[in-house]
């Protein structure tokens, strides 16, 4: 397989949502108290809704800026590369970056739309979440038909309505849904609950997969007060690691077997020892614990229901057997401070050595296209989908780095994030 | 390799403290206020000191028992396999299990002696800690020399007392430590500050390996309130990986490269991806966070200095020069329920398929004789040191699992075990 050959479908990837997008989306009662973006004293620009500010902070928007600069300080439109909010912009880039297809988490209303469950109305909350899906699903992938797959919002504060939202934007062509690794720590029912099965059940029905981003539980970890900002990115995972435990052990994937759920910017390689590490447990301890798996392992369930994807992670690709092939994609994670943009297909290229092509064509897009439902081909030949084409067509994009204003003190201790109001992702 | 010729240390097995072991080790001052055991209405027995209680929990001490009485309730010496307390009767358990050498771990006073350091009059705890000491290294260890790997415990309150401690049983021939995995939890001095360093200190100088077992920092996993205490089982290992980012970002490595330090049941399959998450952490951020590792990179670092060890972990060994082969250890982790014993060498032995002679000497013995400073050849040929020839000679061991007492109520629920007094392991 040669790099220009590859065909890259990213899972997880970003909107920085533009200012503009609630204009004339909401119903004549809420017009007035549609999410709007504020300047402050200092410069920094800020979403405001219901009395509660979202910021977007730097290292959330750091395509095309030098590492020097990255931060965790609140921003601006002015400093963020007008690829992560402008859909014209943002194709250039995914051209530049070989990347055909994306799915795109939203940014201030936190992960699974945290911030629209805070609405003390539900019936705003409800309102905007619609807006916003209509939005993501005609504006910001529709503007681009066969370049997107469409990512929902629901409102996590009311099952049956999460349910009628997943059949509506269902209608329009939209099967998926963002959700939390872990609503518990949201106070909201558990993974153990019967709470959510309206839910799932209308996931399962209409073939829409559950998206679980890693730090959608709004919970960071912390190891200690004085830990270096170092160990809680490098932790980033670790959530996944528990979120995915808990839904293995829950009823939901044993109840709803025909659901799917990802596990988004969660990583490949630490499944093969996770997947050990439960059966192992359910091996060793069900006999007092009553837990029934039948006449499966915990690691079957999983490899059959979870969707996996990964960045740059070798280890993990040597184990993709242990991992479970059929399901490994792969995301470049455009504009956060992990992702391998502008040059993913060489970042990705090196973990591929000695990959059989056609597993190549199941973790760079096969796999992808299957499990979210997404077919670019349907929009344009295959062979203009390639790495190759699509950076033929992008040769005047400049992906340089660019300085942005002076940056303020940096912030580096672990504790400097937790408790800011719009840190939890 | 055939099975019988394996040479078998575990570097993780753990001690049921028996009720005379403070007896005549206390001054005089102190004696009246050695810790005791008790046995309370319902049977149960506790140890009791200073005003607070300790338990032998169930899971803890189940060799021998059939699964379906696991269980987290507390128990007593009666419920308990003699191997546990005996130690006659553990050299006899551990030669029908084929293991010629063991560290073991403390029970009633917590993994890192959490239980001493709550002493109100700290003297009373250091003379608490100092017997448990000579106890261990004396009558448990030294009864049977060439058989155990002598473990110490220290006066965590007091950093300069700790290293007097580390140097008193260095003398007596103790090279191994057990410390708190994240002390931060503890309501101490985290890895991150210099609180801590003539600890380390003594530890660099006199060669003594720091052990940290996982539940060491007193915290368990809890996904929700309403987990299946499945979940927390099979999560049991995540905090090690904490742990292990916690300590590679902290300066203690780097500020004493001679330090070595053993992640005590962490398992061994995570660590591949885990090093090629921090060493992209580095990669990436290092240039706004202000980490410097110099000319090494951060799985450099770990690879170094980090011990490593696992019960069984295929992942972990097909992956094992990716873990670091030099530091990988074995563990049988008797009498804990995640045990293999009696069948740790069958079970080991479907891990190692495939892997060289020479690699399995390192993993199951020779990486803990040097890493630990133990040497059972001293005290017996290597040929009457083998999983076979130890086997022999325990042909009248009873290894069949015995019933106990009818269990109570089963309680198996994460909450069941977070607050619960003495369950911190």
Redesign the interface.
Known sequence: MHLDDLVLVSVDDHVVEPPDMFEGRLPARFADQAPVVDRRDDGTEIWRFDGKEATNIGLNAVAGR??????IEPTSFAEIRSGCYDIADRIKDMDANGVIGSLCFPSFPQLCGQLFAKAKDPELGLAVVKAYNDWHIDDWCGTYPGRFIPLALVPIWDPPAMADEVKRVAAKGCHAVSFSE?P?KLKLP????DHWDPFWSACSDEGTIVCLHIGSSSSL?Q?????????L???Q??NI???A??LL??PVLRKFPALRVALSEG????I???L???D???T????????DFGDEMPSEVFKDRVVTCFI?????V??RH?VGIDKICWEADYPH??STWPISPETLMKSLDGVPDEEIDQITHLNAMRLYRFDPFAHRPKEKCTVGALRAQAADVDVAPKRGAASSA?L?RASDLTGRPGTDR
Chains 1, 2 share one sequence.
Do not use: C
């Not at 030098?66 to 931060?71: D, I, N, R, S, T």
């Not at 990583?267 to 630490?270: E, L």
């Not at 740059?312 to 993990?316: I, Y």
């Open positions: 030098p590492v020097e600069e990255y931060g872990n518990s558990s993974f153990h609950s970890v190891t200690a007060p004085d830990a270096p900002i170092d160990v990115l490098g932790l995972p670790v690691l528990q979120a435990a808990d052990f829950s990583g490949i390689g630490w093969p020892y996770f050990e590490r439960m192992w447990t359910y060793r301890q069900h006999g007092w614990t009553g837990q740059d992670d070798p280890a993990g040597e184990m242990r401070s992990d940096k580096t």
